[in-house]
């Protein structure tokens, strides 16, 4: 069956970068879309960006100064890195694989395979 599994620090300072991996099993991640969503205390889903399988990258308008989103193919991995941050960038940050949907007018993203989730505090 298809899983992913987040790693990386537990804690990050302010005006550092977060570094996160997605380790996938079951399914080449070749194959599919990826996307990092977050979830800050008390708040609702931020999603943060999209690798498609051909490795075009979408970002959230709101994050892209300060986002980037690559992949391994290698070791099957993606992983996303979070410039600068602040306390406000606090969160659960989840990976996801994302099915992309399309009608006449709009296109979106649905997301069948989550990671349980990493908590990463931005604190000094």
């Known amino acids: 069956q298809v899983q992913l599994q987040e790693s990386g620090p537990g804690l990050v300072k302010p005006s550092q970068t977060l570094s996160l991996t997605c380790t996938v099993s079951g399914i080449s991640i070749k194959t599919s879309a990826w996307s990092w969503i977050r979830q800050p205390p008390g708040k609702g889903l931020e999603w943060m960006g999209v690798i498609r399988s051909d490795g075009i990258i979408y970002y959230s308008p709101s994050l892209k100064s300060r986002t980037s989103i690559s992949r391994d193919t290698s070791k099957n991995q993606f992983s996303l890195q979070l410039s600068s941050v602040t306390p406000e960038d606090t969160a659960v940050y989840y990976c996801?694989?994302?099915?992309?949907?399309?009608?006449?007018?709009?296109?979106?993203?649905?997301?069948?395979?989550w990671g349980q989730g990493t908590q990463v505090p931005v604190s000094s």
């Open positions: 996801a694989r994302a099915v992309g949907y399309y009608s006449s007018t709009t296109y979106w993203w649905e997301y069948d395979y």
